[in-house]
């Protein structure tokens, strides 16, 4: 298993953004859920989005620094780069 996150394909970049960004955002969710009760009042939703968003940033530098596998941090900032478009097209109030 461990050397399947190790090859350099893109759509493995594309799979473990979009799950990374799903699970981190649930993580939060939970915590929140656990520390504010009810109200979940802890953070934003958007706050929660964003910080889902930019978990994206450890695997992507380590796929382009450590290992090298560039097709692999070209899939995960593809997927980063779509779910910030759109969060921002979801939060943005004119």
Do not use: H
């Not at 799950?19 to 939703?45: E, H, M, P, S, W």
């Not at 994206?56 to 478009?85: E, S």
């Amino acid at each position: 298993m461990k050397e399947f996150f190790k090859r350099d394909n893109f759509w493995l970049g594309v799979g473990i953004s979009a799950v990374l960004t799903v699970a981190v955002y649930f993580l939060i969710q939970l915590i929140t859920i656990l520390f504010a009760g009810d109200k979940g009042d802890l953070f934003r939703n958007s706050t929660d989005q964003l910080l889902a968003i930019c978990a994206n940033l450890l695997p992507f530098r380590y796929y382009l620094v450590k290992l090298k596998a560039d097709k692999t941090g070209k899939g995960i900032m593809l997927v980063t780069f779509a779910l910030a478009l759109v969060y921002f097209y979801l939060n943005w109030s004119v």
